[in-house]
Nanobody, 122 residues
Framework: QVQLAESGGGLAKAGDSLRLSCVGS????????VGWFRQAPGKEREFVGL????????RYADSATGRFTISRDKAKNTVWLQMNSLRPEDTAKYYC???????????????WGQGTQVTVSS
């Protein structure tokens, strides 16, 4: 069993940066890949990016490429989503999730956090 807890969301202005954290618990958390997703009101949850279990492989959605960076510290059981050059369209609730393998679909993830809200004003 893996439990995930996100933090670091808040209010930002366009062009600002935010760093979200995802802390995992459970003995096997380090074996999981971690994905970040977001969901804006009235929209489906969408893939933002992922990092594999070792931290050596990352993948990003087109909307995140070049602006967002995912990293992890296995000793701290923590995965970060560094978001730079924020835009109003980045406004959403951000979730981290855990799975095995390099998955980008919501239904391919086994464990989810409760999410953290990010609001970007123009």
């Amino acid at each position: 069993q893996v439990q995930l807890a996100e933090s670091g969301g808040g209010l930002a202005k366009a062009g600002d940066s935010l760093r979200l954290s995802c802390v995992g618990s459970g003995r096997t958390f380090g074996a999981y890949a971690v994905g970040w997703f977001r969901q804006a009101p009235g929209k489906e949850r969408e893939f933002v990016g992922l990092i594999n279990w070792s931290g050596e492989i990352t993948r990003y959605a087109d909307s995140a490429t070049g602006r967002f960076t995912i990293s992890r510290d296995k000793a701290k059981n923590t995965v970060w989503l560094q978001m730079n050059s924020l835009r109003p369209e980045d406004t959403a609730k951000y979730y981290c999730a855990a799975t095995f393998g390099l998955m980008i679909r919501v239904d391919e993830y086994d464990y989810w956090g409760q999410g953290t809200q990010v609001t970007v004003s123009s």
